[in-house]
């Protein structure tokens, strides 16, 4: 059990003080040496675990641990932040940095490459691979020129095409369109369309597969 | 003063969420995270990853420690049935609580080798991460059980254990969302709040369609109040992702957290195609069963 009487760790309104300072320093100072990025949320991360540390129902709950849990808690916590720290989200998975939407973003018009496919019966379907293949929540973006070079474009068209065909017997693909689309961020007023505007990129033909 | 008594009367309460929690409430978080990776797994045609062009497959976490022809082995329609197979058995055998420790160990270990088979063709996204790292909390608690058990001659309930997992989840839970708000606030700074960055990634997912394909996200352009809400509940949303943890410590905070945060998963369902169907779920924790229902709190010591 804590007592009222128990001193604090660090002396509240000096590391208050101090800790931000040091975020300047480090940062901010002519050899910022370690970005803002890692010290700014460093900084926010410390006041909310600095004030768990001095709310008494936590501090009570801690201290009521057994050691092996509290060794484990610690364990947990701490691995997911350092995994945040390691602003890597592939080498360490599940101990990942945690970043969604964390960037400005300002392409005008916004892009999006696509594999449409015609069937035999003349049908029009995008051949998505996250429908195709439901265990990938996501697949990288097709316009991105380092995941995929012009080869593997073409392998994954034909995955496509083939996974389609083996659910879609009766009506087939027989061509696959790689295509661009667009979409306006600021369209002229009362613009309305039924799709995103299009281009081709390259096609290929499958008329030959059975 | 009056004052100080509306606020203390909207603040509520300040209680460590499951702190009352006993072994009932453990046992049925325990079937409950084993059975939404069941279901995850039965839905999963996991084998089809197969037929994908192998050099697209960029092995993450521990699929990365493994030899290449380990990997190949695994690509197969035969590897990638067995991997299945094996994860759900042993899950099936997790929901029956024998020898928890040992298979809550050996689910973690498969949970985590098909997360990152399942992330190998694309970018290593955070949906389900948060539910995988629950399963590590289980078995990770269930083997501090048994040393203690064992080992220690501390004299402590058993029944007072059952709050530590259930917090432990619950405060990765909330660390996930704050860590993702001080993320966006320090990297992306006022910039991604005042410009079109919202719309923007909006467009981007909806175009790009995923599993679910609403095809709505991309006329959000033609739309200026859907362009306005989307601006203004950025700043919004990420202020409730930096103060999650405060989910652990106030009820009347919670109540408006899950509402707002629920309606916003499902906004990002319908305008983006995203969905985190398993951090929805879990925000049944964030409710403190044990304080409502007698039967689901530990036996006083």
Known sequence: MTTSEEKPLWLPPISLVIVPLCVVMVSFSPWRFIPFNVTGQALLLFIMLRAFCYWPPMVRWVKSMPVFHRAMFALLIGSMIVGHYTLDSRTFYPYVSWFIFPTVREDDPVTCREFIATTAGGKKVRLIVEQLFPSIVQIYPLDDPKQYTPAQLDHLAAALATAYNRRHADDPVRQVDLVVMAVKLHPPAAESRAEPSCQLLKRYDFSSDR | ?301
Not at chain 2, 8 to 25: D, F, K, V, Y
Not at chain 2, 57 to 84: E, R, V
Not at chain 2, 94 to 119: D, E
């Open chain 2, 1 to 301: 003063m009056p004052v100080a008594q509306t606020l203390r009367l909207l603040i509520g309460p300040l209680e460590l969420l499951h702190e009352q929690a006993g072994p009932r409430l453990l046992r049925l978080t325990r079937l409950g995270l084993f059975l939404l990776w069941i279901v995850k797994l039965l839905l999963d045609p996991l084998w089809r990853l197969a037929y994908l062009p192998r050099e697209l497959f960029q092995p993450i976490g521990i699929l990365a420690l493994l030899p290449s022809a380990t990997i190949d082995n695994l690509m197969t329609p035969t590897g990638l049935t067995a991997l299945w197979l094996v994860t759900l058995t042993v899950l099936v055998i997790g929901l029956t609580n024998k020898a928890f420790p040992l298979t809550s160990t050996l689910a973690a270990i498969l949970l985590t080798a098909y997360s990152c088979l399942i992330r190998g063709f694309g970018p290593a996204v955070h949906t389900d991460t948060v539910a995988l790292l629950a399963v590590y909390v289980l078995a990770g608690f269930a083997w501090a059980d048994f040393f203690q058990t064992k080992f220690s001659k501390e004299k402590s309930s058993p029944s007072a254990w059952s709050s530590y997992p259930l917090v432990t989840i619950v405060a990765l839970l909330c660390l996930s969302y704050c860590l993702v708000g001080y993320s966006r606030f320090i990297r992306g700074g006022l910039p991604v709040f005042t410009g079109d960055t919202m719309e923007v990634w909006a467009i981007d997912a909806s175009l790009r369609a995923y599993y679910f394909n609403t095809n709505i996200g991309w006329h959000i352009p033609e739309w200026p109040l859907v362009v306005f809400m989307l601006k203004a509940g950025l700043p919004v949303i990420t202020l409730f992702e930096m103060t999650a943890p405060l989910c652990l410590v106030s009820s009347h905070y919670r109540w408006i957290f899950i509402p707002v945060m629920f309606s916003f998963h499902l906004l990002s369902l319908v305008v983006m195609n995203i969905f985190f169907f398993d951090d929805m779920l879990l925000y049944l924790l964030l409710i403190d069963w044990s304080r409502k229902f007698p039967a689901l709190r530990s036996a006083p010591k």
